[in-house]
């Protein structure tokens, strides 16, 4: 896996990382770290239409070289 990674394969690999559907995910941003720590992290929210209040933050990252 690379920086080429489409948005949907990162979509899925955090959805089954976190145990959770895709449609429960909720896109927050990205946050590009290459220069310092050589990631690319993705961040998402876990939401669940029932529970609104309730609520997780989750990272997606990418190592570049």
Not at 21 to 48: A, P
Request: glycine share 4%; charged share 25%.
């Amino acid at each position: 896996m690379g920086k080429n990674e489409t948005m949907q394969t990162i979509l899925k690999r955090t959805a089954m990382a976190n145990d959770v559907h895709e449609t429960f995910l909720e896109f927050v941003g990205v946050q590009d770290e290459s220069c310092t720590v050589g990631r690319i992290f993705y961040l998402f929210n876990i939401m669940d239409p029932a529970h609104r209040r309730y609520k997780s933050t989750v990272a997606f990252f990418i190592t570049v070289k």
